[in-house]
């Protein structure tokens, strides 16, 4: 078993910047592929970043690309959301992700059921 845990959310101006991170207990998730979700009020959970067991291949929403960046630091069992320039669009509850496995296919990487271990989610507010 996994056990995923989010921190770092609040709230924060349009244009400034938050740090997501998840730590992560159990079982090791170095060898797992890892996501980032977010879900806003009446929406739907959606994808918004995945990285590959290494930290070597990334993917992101085409919504955030170029204003997140998603991390991992294997030997502390983290994983990092970078989130600058954010717009009130932005604002919902983030979610990690845990998947074991250590292929990488982008064309997954972005659907809820490739993904086995969920943590609580963390909220962001961005005001405008």
């Known amino acids: 078993q996994v056990q995923l845990v989010e921190s770092g959310g609040g709230l924060v101006q349009a244009g400034g910047s938050l740090r997501l991170s998840c730590a992560a207990s159990?079982?090791?998730?170095?060898?797992?592929?890892m996501g980032w979700f977010r879900q806003a009020p009446g929406k739907e959970r959606e994808f918004v970043a995945a990285?590959?067991?290494?930290?070597?291949?990334?993917y992101y929403a085409d919504s955030v690309k170029g204003r997140f960046t998603i991390s991992r630091d294997n030997a502390e069992k983290m994983l990092y959301l970078q989130m600058n320039s954010l717009k009130p669009e932005d604002t919902a509850v983030y979610y990690c992700?845990?998947?074991?496995?250590?292929?990488?296919?982008?064309?997954?990487?972005?659907?809820?059921?490739?993904?086995?271990?969920w943590g609580q989610g963390t909220q962001v507010t961005v005001s405008s």
């Open positions: 992700a845990a998947q074991p496995g250590t292929g990488w296919d982008p064309s997954k990487a972005e659907f809820l059921y490739e993904y086995a271990y």
């Open positions: 159990g079982r090791t998730v170095s060898y797992y592929r």
């Open positions: 990285i590959n067991w290494s930290g070597g291949r990334t």
